[in-house]
């Protein structure tokens, strides 16, 4: 179910109610029989067709009789119409599903009903919104206005420098609201003025440092290391505690750092560092770059690539949050899925649409960020696995190697060209480096790539528990995973692959 309207709010924060059941069915009545997953998305249509993001993890309705759900959504972080004139083609959308039904396997996907959808946007607790009330507090000493003036401004530019002010710095902002009151209406008018001039600052737009080494280098204070270290781990301000730290010119002790580098990983607000630096590292926007052909993936969805997303994600922050080796990045005895993923990677036992940890076995030939689907599918053509793009990413992403771009006017091996069409992979690959200047670098590259030959376009394992061909193999190449990687050492596979890289190559990593 879909909602088009044209005068959307591009910011704040808007509640979505849902007044929804289950459809009952004989099916139903069955407790091992999945319940509907209520999907909540915003989004817009745009000249380029439907771009819709989902607002956090599906709702399971388990009642069957109707009772209303709530979600709320930052709107700045929704996809939005491009700016012209409202049409049809770039309104904005509320959109709601039924995502369980696109869980393969299930005879009779479980039904939902929806009474009625209530969107309110923005969505404010509480009027005057706090914050309008954490800026302008209740004057209850009876200040007169510049006394009450003063101390308004001078909590709001503390907050915003991140750092106590300076008395003259004060004195300069309130001989700016002393000439903007001669001409407001309203105390509150000169008040948004000023704050204005604070929020221009470099004070508060850039994070400066008051000192530097005679060597030219940047030497922080207490409160310089609070906000690096909140906008590094938090993409926000400092909290009280880290400021309290920096009053008393504690952050800079190793030991005190060091835990409030743990408390701050550990907060859920470290999710913005998590979420950020694995989509940087990984590269996890290539997902959204690649065409997957439905013909020849037609279990592939925007669903399923979301959650190959999200496993990377969850992943890494278990391994950040546990204090884990680093090297469980290369190779694990777990990852992190849900319902949908784990049904695509043949898990069993994993049920509902949240993610969680589960543990892997070699039956499952998972573990490491090597056999994430969402790096197989993003270093993939779409239509098969691709070991130059997967060597590539592996030297680059993983080891820091970089080898030189391609010159100028040589195409990508394409595997359906005639020339190569019918040949194995190191066959393909010996063709394509033909060319004297494709040479050298092919032979750092294709190794590394080759041993990724065991997963298809999108992360599916292409061989039975006895190294035949495969279950699920869906193009007519042979799998050939053997290699010899530079320095004369041959693998096969992933799981040597893995071995070697934490056993030649751990101080690359």
């Known amino acids: 179910l879909a909602i088009g309207f044209h005068q959307a709010f591009r910011t704040g924060e808007a509640l979505v109610r849902v007044h929804v059941a289950r459809v009952d069915t004989p099916e139903s009545k069955d407790t091992s029989t999945r319940f509907p997953l209520l999907t909540v998305a915003f989004g817009c249509t745009n000249l380029h067709g439907v771009e819709l993001t989902t607002v956090g993890e599906p709702l399971v309705i388990d009642h069957a009789d109707f009772r209303t759900h709530e979600v709320r959504v930052r709107m700045e972080s929704m996809p939005i119409p491009n700016i012209s004139p409202p049409s049809d083609r770039n309104a904005a959308i509320l959109a709601v599903w039924n995502s369980a039904r696109i869980i393969k396997g299930d005879a009779h996907p479980p039904r939902l009903k929806i009474e009625w ?14 914050s309008h009330t954490n800026i302008l507090f209740p004057n209850e000493r009876g200040l007169a206005e510049p006394e009450y003036a003063r101390e308004v401004i001078g909590r709001f530019a503390t907050r915003a420098y991140r750092r106590p002010l300076v008395s003259s710095e004060l004195d300069r902002l309130m001989r700016y609201w002393a000439e903007t009151r001669k001409n407001t209406d309203s105390l509150e008018a000169s008040l948004r003025d000023t704050l204005g001039v ?6 508060f737009l850039g994070l400066v440092a008051s000192r530097s080494t005679p060597n030219g280098r940047q030497q922080l204070n207490d409160y310089e290391l609070a906000a690096r270290l909140s906008y590094f781990l938090w993409s926000s301000m400092p ?6 730290l920096a009053e008393t010119s504690q952050l800079q002790k190793p030991e005190v750092l060091a835990a409030q580098t743990r408390r701050m990983i550990r907060d859920p607000r470290a999710w913005e560092f998590i979420e950020q630096f694995t989509e940087q590292w990984l590269e996890l926007d290539r997902l959204e770059r690649v065409t997957v052909d439905r013909g020849q993936y037609p279990d592939f969805s925007e669903q399923l690539s979301a959650a190959m997303r999200k496993e990377s994600l969850h992943f890494f922050g278990d391994v950040l949050r546990s204090e884990g ?10 990852t992190h899925l849900n319902e949908l993923l784990a049904e695509h990677y043949g898990v069993a036992g994993v049920s509902g649409p949240q993610f969680r940890r589960v543990s892997l076995d070699e039956s499952h030939h998972r573990g490491g960020v090597l056999t994430h689907a969402s790096v197989l599918t993003g270093t993939s053509d779409g239509h098969d696995g691709h070991p130059i793009k997967r060597g590539m990413w592996l030297l680059r992403t993983l080891l820091d190697e970089r080898p030189p771009p391609p010159p100028p006017n040589v195409p990508e091996l394409d595997r359906a060209d005639p020339k190569v069409r019918g040949l194995t992979i190191p066959q393909a690959l010996a063709v394509h480096r033909e060319s004297t200047a494709c040479m050298g670098c092919h032979r750092k590259i294709d190794p590394w790539g080759l041993a990724f030959e065991e997963y298809d376009a999108i992360g599916n394992w292409q061989r039975d528990g006895t190294g035949a061909e495969l279950r699920r193999r869906r193009t007519q190449h042979p799998i050939e995973s053997q290699a010899e990687l530079p320095g004369g050492v041959e693998v096969s596979g992933m799981k040597q692959l893995q071995a070697e890289l934490l056993r030649t190559r751990k101080d690359d990593f």
């Open 198 to 203: 604070v929020l221009s600052s470099p004070q």
């Open 325 to 334: 080796t680093i090297f469980q990045i290369l190779d694990s005895d777990f």
């Open 117 to 130: 959808i209530e969107l309110e946007t923005p969505f404010l607790e509480t009027w005057p919104p706090a």
């Open 239 to 244: 909290d009280e505690p880290l400021i309290k």
